[in-house]
Antibody, heavy 127, light 113 residues
C-alpha cells in the first residue's frame, strides 16, 4: 500500500534551518507530486508548496517564498522540505502528502487533494 | 487567496444522529470546463495526520463508510455524517484545490452529546 514515512522530531534555535524527509513506498515515486503542509498549535492547516517528483518543478506560496525549498531524490523515492531562518512561529507539525488519485478501469485521474499523508514531524523552534 | 470558512467551529451530536458541517469559499471552486468542484474534506483524530474522506466535493474515498457524504457547488459545501458513531469524533477540515495557494478551513470539532 502507499505509505509515506517522515523523519523524526527536531529542535532548532531561531535563525537555524531544518530539513525534513519523506520516504515514499508502494507506488512509482516519479508519477506523482508531493505536497508539504504544516499545522501550528491552534492554527489551521497551511500549504507550504509542492514538487513534481517527475520533472522537479516546484511551487511555493508567497508567504514562504525564499524560505522554503522542496527537493527530491528519485533514487531514494524521498522528498525533502527545508525551511530556513526559523522563528518561534514555525513551531509546528510538518506533513508530506501525496497528490490524490482516482483510478478506474486502469486509468488514474490525479489532482491536488492530499492522500495519503505522512505521520508528521514535529519541529520545535526555541532558544 | 481563496479563504475557506467552516461553520460551526464545534458541534455536539448524539450517537446515531445526523451531523452536518458547512464550508464556504470566498470564490467559486467550480471549474466550468469539467463541471467539477475542487473541494476536499478530511478527518483528523488526535495525534494522527488528516485522512481524506471526500474529493471533488462529493466523491467518497475508497474505504470511507457510506455514512459520510459531501454536497454543494460553487462556494457552499457540506459534509454530512448520516448516523454519528463514536469513532467519528474528530476535527474535520475542508480544502480547496482550485488554485494555489491551496487553503484549508479552520476546522470543525465534532463531539458526542
Amino acid at each position: 500500500q502507499v505509505q509515506l514515512v517522515q523523519s523524526g522530531a527536531e529542535v532548532k534555535k531561531p535563525g537555524a534551518s531544518v530539513k525534513v524527509s519523506c520516504k515514499a513506498s508502494g507506488y512509482t515515486f516519479t508519477n506523482y507530486a508531493m505536497h508539504w503542509v504544516r499545522q501550528a498549535p491552534g492554527q489551521r492547516l497551511e500549504w507550504m508548496g509542492w514538487i513534481n517528483a517527475g520533472n522537479d518543478n516546484t511551487e511555493y506560496p508567497q508567504k514562504f517564498q525564499g524560505r522554503v525549498t522542496i527537493t527530491r531524490d528519485t533514487s531514494a523515492s524521498t522528498a525533502y522540505m527545508e525551511l530556513s531562518s526559523l522563528r518561534s512561529e514555525d513551531t509546528a507539525v510538518y506533513y508530506c502528502a501525496r497528490e490524490g488519485a482516482y483510478c478506474t478501469n486502469g486509468v488514474c485521474y490525479k489532482d491536488n487533494w492530499f492522500d495519503p499523508w505522512g505521520q508528521g514531524t514535529l519541529v520545535t523552534v526555541s532558544s | 487567496d481563496i479563504v475557506m470558512t467552516q461553520s460551526p467551529d464545534s458541534l455536539a451530536v448524539s450517537l446515531g444522529e445526523r451531523a452536518t458541517i458547512n464550508c464556504k469559499s470566498s470564490q467559486s471552486v467550480l471549474y466550468s470546463s469539467n463541471n467539477k468542484n475542487y473541494l476536499a474534506w478530511y478527518q483528523q483524530k488526535p495525534g494522527q495526520p488528516p485522512k481524506l474522506l471526500i474529493y471533488w466535493a462529493s466523491a467518497r474515498e475508497s474505504g470511507v463508510p457510506d455514512r459520510f457524504s459531501g454536497s454543494g457547488s460553487g462556494t457552499d459545501f457540506s459534509l454530512t455524517i448520516s448516523s454519528l458513531q463514536a469513532e467519528d469524533v474528530a476535527v474535520y477540515y475542508c480544502q480547496q484545490y482550485y488554485s494555489t495557494p491551496y487553503t484549508f478551513g479552520q476546522g470543525t470539532k465534532l463531539e458526542i452529546k
